[in-house]
């Protein structure tokens, strides 16, 4: 598997697998799906985007960019969706550690996570074992899809 820049072709791809994950309405907080000409636009204003390709197929993404500006515009904030069809392959493993090493590359201090799902435990436990550190829960921070709330937690990872 290798983790690289994006490119336009990859595009429909990441489009798919990032609607999946919004569709889910389980993890990102956005609730609307990109089409083809906001996704472009998304992805291209990230500071990095990058995605997990094996054999010629997407298996998953990331986005990396500040996580505030001015005198905090040195944190940044990242988020990850892997393919339904790759889940459980290590894919967010890959993508999680080439994002902490390109966060470091482009000068950012900290990788901070705003709102990780509780209930998201694969990806806390992930974060965790990667040397990520809890700051705190935020009661009720997420609606799920079907309407009920769920805490969210922070975490946050020196560079």
């Not at 429909?12 to 697998?17: G, Q, R, V, W």
């Not at 990095?48 to 515009?73: K, M, T, W």
């Not at 009920?148 to 560079?159: A, G, N, P, R």
């Amino acid at each position: 598997m290798e983790i690289r820049a994006y490119t336009e072709a990859d595009l429909p791809a990441m489009a798919e697998i990032w609607n999946s994950v919004v569709e889910e309405g389980v993890s990102f907080p956005q609730t609307n799906c990109l089409t083809s000409s906001e996704a472009a636009e998304f992805f291209a204003a990230q500071s990095f985007s990058g995605v997990a390709e094996e054999d010629g197929q997407i298996l998953g993404l990331y986005i990396l960019h500040p996580n505030n500006v001015g005198r905090c515009g040195h944190l940044a904030n990242a988020s990850y969706a892997v393919s339904p069809s790759a889940r459980g392959r290590g894919v967010g493993k890959q993508l999680v550690r080439h994002c902490l090493k390109k966060g470091a590359e482009l000068g950012f201090r900290v990788l901070q996570f705003n709102a990780v799902v509780a209930t998201n435990t694969a990806a806390l436990h992930l974060y965790e074992k990667l040397g990520f550190v809890r700051l705190g829960t935020m009661p009720g921070g997420f609606l799920l899809k079907d309407g009920s709330y769920e805490d969210i937690v922070l975490l946050y990872h020196t560079l």
